[in-house]
T-cell receptor
Framework: EAGVAQSPRYKIIEKRQSVAFWCNPI?????LYWYQQILGQGPKLLIQ????????DSQLPKDRFSAERLKGVDSTLKIQPAKLEDSAVYLC?????????????FGPGTRLTVL | KNEVEQSPQNLTAQEGEFITINCSYS?????LHWLQQHPGGGIVSLFM???GKKKHGRLIATINIQEKHSSLHITASHPRDSAVYIC?????????????FGTGTRLQVFP
């Protein structure tokens, strides 16, 4: 099966600019996650979708970050405006239907550098 | 205190050595994951286990639920094993899976 796809793989922007990341989960995976991983730290969950509904966005900085999954398939994460501390790897993951016990599948990540 | 602790934070080894990475957690879990992250950033799931032991090639993962501890072993290590190894635990929240990550162990294997 095809894995979780993310684009772009790398992005360099200046502070106060906007940026958007795209994720296409594994076909049939209802749950989609966006994580932020700052260098030297473990991933931090930003937002979790179940189909096109938000399950958990408690750690999403909503003043500048937004995410959507309009048709319950692919998703976009946007930062507007970006700050220096947003430099990180943004990981997308998806998981099979509840109860399958097969964990989360991660994409290759997007490395964002804010100058 | 982090809910998931890993040790060591950094590890260097010579090719061929046996490697052990440890993970302790302080919360109730439904499963524990070992993940591998290469410098490019992408994460690969190595193991998901809720009891006992699993083996895949040169990798072995064990978990002791009573002691809330897991280990990842690499036998006959190779330079291509160089990566960050992350321990994460699953907590069921509602009907979905919430992962709590450790900070990772950076492994470098030299030829």
């Amino acid at each position: 099966e095809a894995g979780v796809a993310q684009s772009p793989r790398y992005k360099i922007i200046e502070k106060r600019q906007s940026v958007a990341f795209w994720c296409n989960p594994i076909s049939g995976h209802a749950t989609l996650y966006w994580y932020q991983q700052i260098l030297g730290q473990g991933p931090k969950l930003l937002i979790q979708f179940q189909n096109n509904g938000v399950v958990d966005d408690s750690q999403l900085p909503k003043d500048r970050f937004s995410a959507e999954r309009l048709k319950g398939v692919d998703s976009t994460l946007k930062i507007q405006p970006a700050k220096l501390e947003d430099s990180a790897v943004y990981l997308c993951a998806s998981s099979p239907p509840e109860g399958s016990g097969r964990g989360q599948y991660f994409g290759p990540g997007t490395r964002l550098t804010v100058l | 205190k982090n809910e998931v602790e890993q040790s060591p934070q950094n590890l260097t080894a010579q090719e061929g050595e046996f490697i052990t990475i440890n993970c302790s957690y302080s919360v109730g879990i439904s499963a524990l994951h070992w993940l591998q992250q290469h410098p490019g950033g992408g994460i690969v799931s190595l193991f998901m286990l809720s009891s006992g032991k699993k083996k895949h090639g040169r990798l072995i993962a064990t978990i002791n639920i009573q002691e809330k501890h897991s280990s990842l072993h690499i036998t006959a290590s190779h330079p291509r094993d160089s990566a960050v190894y992350i321990c994460a635990v699953s907590r069921l929240k509602g009907n979905t899976d919430k992962l709590i990550f450790g900070t990772g162990t950076r492994l470098q294997v030299f030829p």
